[in-house]
T-cell receptor
């Protein structure tokens, strides 16, 4: 099945800085790549996703890029705020959805 | 529109016992997936059900099983519990949108095995 690797496992930034989280996937047939945010004690929530026929997608301060050739996709958060502090999961899907191990992002005020 | 409902939210069991967790998907969603979440291990895929059939399965031992009913509600069962089964079990229901399986998660069932 699909294998998703995510880096870094922890990331600490100052408020206002940018944060980048990177993921790689193994199955070139995967066609859907969502990102989920999980705040402490809460369920994962979809924040942005990208399909395999698109290279980049933006939604306000967050953006995702996809490089199908390299089987690599990234989450970019600009102008980070303390409320961005959470665990972020990338995922890749063809049949079922497989997740990366997560990145704990801490935004220091 | 009601979200994904999981019961029970918390439970404590002892080694060797079995447990059954329940998941009611969003109305109209026919696919239900189960994940195990442990610290540092992310979300590990257990299985996915669609129209009462197991469509995909992750790399878990046979002690982990599931089923789906005609109303799309799903249950998962873990038999002969081990300490390492302590985890948050998340259920997600999904709707296929333009070929993409968009998951919506429940709040989870936190299992503690003593």
């Amino acid at each position: 099945g699909e294998n998703v690797e995510q880096h870094p496992s922890t990331l600490s930034v100052q408020e206002g800085d940018s944060a980048v989280i990177k993921c790689t996937y193994s199955d070139s047939a995967s066609n859907y790549f969502p990102w989920y945010k999980q705040e402490l004690g809460k369920r994962p929530q979809l924040i942005i996703d990208i399909r395999s026929n698109v290279g980049e997608k933006k939604d306000q301060r967050i953006a995702v890029t996809l490089n199908k050739t390299a089987k690599h996709f990234s989450l970019h958060i600009t102008e980070t705020q303390p409320e961005d502090s959470a665990v972020y999961f990338c995922a890749a899907s063809l049949a079922d959805m497989r997740f990366g191990a997560g990145t704990r992002l801490t935004v220091k005020p | 529109k009601a979200g994904v409902t999981q019961t029970p939210r918390y439970l404590i069991k002892t080694r060797g016992q079995q447990v059954t967790l329940s998941c009611s998907p969003i109305s109209g969603h026919r696919s239900v997936s189960w994940y195990q979440q442990t610290p540092g291990q992310g979300l590990q895929f257990l299985f996915e059900y669609f129209s009462e059939t197991q469509r995909n399965k992750g790399n878990f031992p046979g002690r982990f099983s599931g089923r789906q009913f005609s109303n799309s509600r799903s249950e998962m069962n873990v038999s002969t519990l081990e300490l390492g089964d302590s985890a948050l079990y998340l259920c997600a229901s999904s709707l296929t949108v333009s070929g993409a399986n968009v998951l919506t998660f429940g709040a989870g069932s936190r299992l503690t095995v003593l």
